[in-house]
């Protein structure tokens, strides 16, 4: 196993195209964080199946802090990865005596990366401070398209453009706050002077630019309105390769 830093599998002109979806995929995954905050699990970060190879007697604890035992997982057996923390990894596999799903020790568990465990506590940080961010719905260089989408939602203008050095995509997010408009009417009759309604307006309130490159955000550009010049930076998505 390999780590390397890459965007989500996904081609970018599709992204744009369908940023409502995939905001929507990430916000249905963001529901995980009702059973422990604490736990960053794989469907966060990676649509593929992570495996771990058994290497000594592990055994398997009912919460992340140990807890009740649920058995022993057999020696040189595989157990699929679902979730962690900085210290655990919550697993699926077979113990001594059947099926089981519970908490392990990484130290227990071997990978064809020798620098595994390393480098999940890396996405684990990562998927952290991400979190955070589409929580206050802001963007930083280094996010995904789909979290940018998780975080501002669906964008009000999109481009594709393609350069010597590759193509890269924008997306502008727009805030617009209604105006109503009134005019001076003297009353014929009376003649005295009252306020009418004339009509209403959308005014630009605020705007956000997020220009990506390889589906990472590459730069921010935000109006001052939206408090411009606090642009924070993030490590790109790290994507398992199998």
Known sequence: MKVISSAIALVLPALLLTAGAHADKLRDKSSLLNDDPEVVYAEEFTDKKIEFLVVKPATVFSTRKG????????????????????????????????????WVSPRLLGSKDKDFVENLKKVYERQKVVRELIAKHEVAIGMSVEEV???????????????????????EFIQYEEQDHYQAVRDPVTG????????????ETGKVVVEFENEVVAAIEESENNGGGRVKIVTPPLVFAW
């Open 67 to 102: 807890g009740r035992k649920l058995g022993i997982l057999k020696v040189d057996s595989k157990v699929s990865f679902i979730g962690m923390t900085e210290k655990a990894y919550k697993i699926r596999g077979t113990a001594i005596h059947g099926g089981v799903s519970g």
């Open 149 to 171: 989408g998780a975080s501002l939602g669906k964008p009000t203008k999109t481009k594709v453009r393609q350069t010597v050095k590759g193509r890269t995509g924008v997306w």
């Open 192 to 203: 005295r002077v009252f306020r009418q309604y004339s009509h209403t307006t959308k005014e």
